[in-house]
């Protein structure tokens, strides 16, 4: 294994990044005050990411470029659907991930 200092290096300096930037608000303590409104939308944070994440998987096709390359008869989008419907009514992860990846499975081998 070779020893590359300009990765070594990289790397280090996005660790102190990420530290001092996940830290910043612990070091000024007291000092600063975050508005009610600031703390309310980083609450939906996760959940922005999370969407951001998925909905190119369930609503574009792997190898997709463009949104245009939409197409309803994915399968992916059909196991989102029904597995955000099982979501809704039972609120059981496991059930969930059964029922999106059935339909997902029913509808691959279907279309």
């Known amino acids: ?5 300009n ?18 608000f612990l070091m000024l303590g007291e000092r600063i005050k975050i508005s009610p409104l600031a703390l309310e939308a980083i609450r939906f944070a996760p959940l922005a990411a999370m969407i951001a994440i998925l909905a190119p998987e369930i609503f574009l096709p792997a190898n997709a470029t463009s949104v245009a390359q939409f197409d309803i008869h994915l399968p992916n989008i059909w196991g989102g659907i029904a ?10 992860m496991v059930f969930t991930l059964a029922v999106g990846m ?10």
């Open 102 to 111: 059935a339909v997902f499975t029913a509808i691959r081998f279907w279309i």
């Open 7 to 24: 990765i070594t290096l990289l790397v280090i300096g996005m660790t102190l990044v990420t530290a001092w930037s996940r830290s910043f």
């Open 1 to 5: 294994m070779q020893f590359d200092l």
């Open 83 to 92: 597995a955000l419907v099982a979501f809704y009514f039972s609120r059981k």
